[in-house]
C-alpha cells in the first residue's frame, strides 16, 4: 500500500504498480549450436566482424559460423561489408534488406574491433547485446539470431542477453498519447553457437535489477516519495523472499540518527530508513551491506541550487545511490547467491527549505555520538549516509560499500562515464576494481588524502560537513570516513554515471557491479 502520510500533492504519490511500467521486451530467447547458423530464417540475422590491422581494409566476419552464415546467404553480408565500406571498428554496425526469396529478411553486421584480449570480454558482450536491442528497435523486428563466434567462453550467453534485455528498456510511464507508447515487437532472440548451459534467468534478474533502477531514478520526485521508495523496497521483499523493515520518524529519533534527521525534518514527506536482509539457506560465509544515498529531491536547502548550472530541474537522481542499491536487492533475490548475507541500507530523505529546515551554522549530533557544524545544507547526502554507515557497522558486516551522487565535484574530475571510488582496504578496493572490469561499469581509484583530514575538522564540534572547494570528493569521503571505525568500507561516488541525456536518463549504473560483488563474496 502507498504510504498516505504528509501533506496531498498535485499529482499522487507513484504507486507500486507503476514503478515498474517501462516497456521491455518479452522476448524469449533460447541457444543453438553453431551447426544451424547457414538454416536459420527470420527477421534478422546478426553476425559478427573483426576490424583488420590494415586501416583500409575492409571487416572480416569473426567465426566459422558467421562464414557459414553468409554462405547461406550467397555471400549477402561480405557484400554489404564491402559495398558500405564498413572497417568492422568497435560499436560500429552496418545493416540491409535483403530479396524476398531469402528466409531471412535483413542481415546486420556488428563491428567488434581489432581482435585482442578485449574483443569478446564479457563488458564487450553485454555491449553488443545493447546493440542487438538498439537494432531491433530500429527495425521493429520480431525475430533476431546473433552468430557468436568460437572462444567467447563461459557466461557469453548470459553477458549477452543481459545486454539485449537492459538496452530493450524503453520508459514510457508518462506518455498518454497512444501513438507514443511504442509497443516493442521483438518476440525472438537466437543465440547461435552460445553455451548450452547458460545462466538466461541470471540474466533476466539482473536485467529486471537494472530496469528497477532506471525506473526509480527516472520517476519525478512529487511521484518518487520517500514513502513510495520505502514501498518499493517492501515490494521487493514480497516477491523475492528478503526480510524488510522500514523505521518512522520516531524510530529514527530514537536511533540517535540527528545527522539524518537534520536533513529530512524541513520536507512535508517524513523519511523513512529501509532495511532489506538476504540471507542464504545455508550458514553464510560473508555478511555485507551495501548503502545508497536516497535524497528522493535535493533542493539545497538554504544553500539552495540557483543559476545556471546547478541542476536542479535533475535532483531527482539523487537518489541514484539508492536506486542501485534496491536493484542490486532485487537482482540478489532472485540469483539467491549461497555462502553470502547481504543487507540493503537506505536513509530515505528529501532536502528541502521551510521554517522546520536545518539551517547553515547548525550542529547536528549523529547516532555514533560525534557532533557535526553544517556549514552548507547542500552538503546533505553525506548527513543521510553518516547514521546509515554507523547503523550497518552495528550488524557485524565483514564489508560496506555506500553509493551515493555526492558530488558535482566527481563529476567534473571523472566525467560521465567512470564513478570515483575511495576505499579504508586494499583487498575491497582490488575486489571493486576487478568487478567493475567484468561488468563493463567504470571506476576510478581515488585518494583518501589523509593530509586533506583537517578541513573537516570544527572548531566548534567535531566535523563540519563540507571542506575547501578544491579536492571537494576527496574531503566528502574523509567526512564518511569517520563514521566508519573497523569496517573494511569503500565509498562510490556515482554522480557521473548514473545519469545520461543521450541515452535517455538513468542509466542504472552500478547494479550489476554491487550484484556481481554480492555474488563472488559467497564463493
Known amino acids: 500500500m502507498m504510504s498516505t502520510s504528509g501533506a496531498a500533492t498535485p499529482v499522487p504519490p507513484l504507486s507500486v504498480g507503476d514503478m515498474c511500467y517501462t516497456a521491455e521486451s518479452k522476448a524469449s530467447v ?25 586501416k583500409e581494409a575492409f571487416a572480416v566476419l569473426a567465426g566459422d559460423g558467421a562464414a557459414a552464415a553468409d554462405k547461406g546467404l550467397e555471400g549477402a553480408a561480405a557484400d554489404m561489408i564491402s559495398s558500405q565500406e564498413f572497417k568492422g571498428e568497435k560499436k560500429g554496425s552496418v545493416s540491409a534488406m535483403l530479396g524476398s526469396k531469402s528466409g ?129 523496497a517492501a515490494k521487493i521483499a514480497e516477491d523475492h523472499g528478503l526480510e524488510c523493515e522500514i523505521l518512522e520518524e520516531e524510530e529514527i529519533v530514537a536511533l540517535g540518527m540527528g545527522a539524518y534527521m537534520g536533513v529530512a525534518q524541513g520536507a512535508v514527506f517524513p523519511p523513512k530508513f529501509i532495511h532489506l ?70 536513509a530515505a530523505c528529501e532536502n528541502m527549505v521551510s521554517e522546520k529546515a536545518m539551517r547553515p551554522g547548525d550542529i547536528l549530533t549523529a547516532s555514533n555520538g560525534k557532533t557535526i557544524e553544517v556549514l552548507n545544507t547542500d552538503a546533505e547526502g553525506r548527513l543521510t549516509l553518516a547514521d546509515a554507515l554507523v547503523f550497518a557497522e552495528k550488524l557485524g558486516v565483514d564489508a560496506i560499500i555506500d553509493s551515493a551522487t555526492l558530488t558535482g565535484a566527481c563529476l567534473i574530475a571523472l566525467g560521465t562515464d567512470y564513478a570515483g571510488m575511495w576505499s579504508s582496504d586494499e583487498t575491497l578496493a582490488k575486489e571493486l576494481t576487478d ?38 570528493s576527496i574531503t566528502a569521503a574523509l567526512f564518511l570516513k569517520e563514521f566508519v571505525e573497523k569496517t573494511p568500507w569503500a565509498h562510490l561516488d556515482i554522480a557521473g554515471p548514473v545519469w545520461k541525456d543521450e541515452a535517455g536518463g538513468a542509466t542504472g549504473y552500478g547494479v550489476r557491479l554491487l550484484t556481481r560483488w554480492v555474488q563472488k563474496k559467497g564463493e
Not at 438 to 460: C, F, H, N
Request: proline share 5%; glycine share 12%; aromatic share 4%.
Open 435 to 472: 568487478v567493475g572490469a567484468e561488468t563493463g561499469e567504470k571506476l576510478w581509484r581515488m585518494p583518501l588524502a589523509p593530509e586533506y583530514g583537517d578541513q573537516v575538522k570544527s572548531k566548534i564540534a567535531d566535523l563540519k560537513n563540507v571542506g575547501a572547494r578544491p579536492g571537494s
Open 104 to 232: 531471412v529478411k535483413r542481415v546486420a553486421v556488428i563491428g567488434l574491433g581489432k581482435k585482442d584480449d578485449s574483443s569478446l570480454t564479457p563488458a564487450s558482450l553485454e555491449a553488443i547485446g545493447t546493440q542487438l536491442a538498439a537494432l531491433a528497435k530500429s527495425s521493429k523486428c520480431k525475430s533476431m539470431a546473433v552468430v557468436l563466434p568460437e572462444g567467447c567462453g563461459e557466461g557469453s550467453t548470459q553477458t549477452l542477453t543481459q545486454g539485449a534485455l537492459i538496452g530493450m528498456y524503453a520508459d514510457q510511464r508518462y506518455k498518454t498519447r497512444k501513438e507514443d507508447k511504442k509497443d516493442l515487437p521483438l518476440q525472438s532472440i537466437d543465440i547461435i553457437g552460445g553455451e548450452e548451459s547458460a545462466g538466461l534467468d541470471a540474466a533476466k534478474a539482473v536485467a529486471s535489477g537494472v530496469s528497477l533502477c532506471r525506473d526509480l531514478v527516472n520517476s519525478p520526485p512529487n511521484m518518487l516519495t520517500p514513502g513510495a521508495l520505502a514501498d518499493a
Open 277 to 346: 536482509t538476504y540471507k542464504p539457506s545455508g550458514t553464510p560465509k560473508k555478511k555485507v551491506a551495501l548503502i545508497g544515498k536516497g535524497l528522493t529531491f535535493d533542493s539545497g536547502g538554504y544553500n539552495i541550487k540557483a543559476g545556471a548550472g546547478s541542476m536542479i530541474e535533475l535532483m531527482k537522481f539523487d537518489m541514484g545511490g539508492s536506486a542501485c542499491t534496491l536493484g542490486a536487492a532485487k537482482a540478489i533475490g532472485q540469483l539467491k547467491p549461497d555462502g553470502v548475507e547481504a543487507h540493503f541500507i537506505v
Open 30 to 54: 533460447s541457444v543453438s549450436p553453431v551447426s544451424k547458423a547457414d538454416a536459420w530464417e527470420g527477421d534478422m540475422l546478426v553476425l559478427l566482424a573483426f576490424q583488420q590491422e590494415d
